[in-house]
């Protein structure tokens, strides 16, 4: 494994994942409203007049979410490539290491650091609820259900490097 390029590779991703969240934000504030507390969920609806209601998946969500982790794990499996994990524990490792980086990164600087601290980011009628976006816990234990979704990513992420580029 090339720590290097690994290393370079997980500061891009953080740098493309970051613009991603923050133009999807900036674009529509509510569209990504359940991954907020829910003291700031509630006072959202209150102060918009709206009632809480479950976003429905459509088809066309569902064929755009399948379509998204096919494109990650491609680029997952193409970055195990790149940076040397020609085994399938170490694909694995890498994998999950890609993971835990978009986690630490999500949650340590954008949940904590970005969305606790700039209010023009923050949903319309929550702008003063400064305890309820500094909840660290919250963010931290929505993580601990997607641990198994991560391992069997990285099961198959491993599958497609060997089977793509295994040697001999």
Known sequence: MNAGIYIL???????????????????????????????IQDRY????????EKEKMTI?????KIIALI??????AWMVHIAGGDTFLKALFMTYG?????????????????FA???K??????????????QKWFHVKACFPMIPVFLIGGLAI????????QKG
């Open 121 to 134: 980011i923050r949903l319309p009628g929550t702008e003063d609820m400064d305890k309820e976006y500094h």
């Open 71 to 76: 494109i990650f794990a491609a680029v997952f």
């Open 45 to 52: 609806y209150q102060t918009q007049g709206k009632a809480f």
């Open 9 to 39: 590779e997980c500061i891009i991703m953080c740098i493309v994942f970051g613009t991603v969240v923050m133009s999807i934000i900036i674009k529509n504030p509510v569209s990504m409203i359940s991954d907020y507390p829910p003291e």
């Open 98 to 114: 890609y993971i835990f980086v978009i986690f630490a990164f999500d949650t340590f600087f954008l949940d904590w650091v970005l």
């Open 117 to 119: 601290n700039i209010k």
């Open 60 to 64: 066309g969500a569902m064929i755009r």
């Open 158 to 165: 491993a599958g497609i490097v060997l089977l793509i580029w």
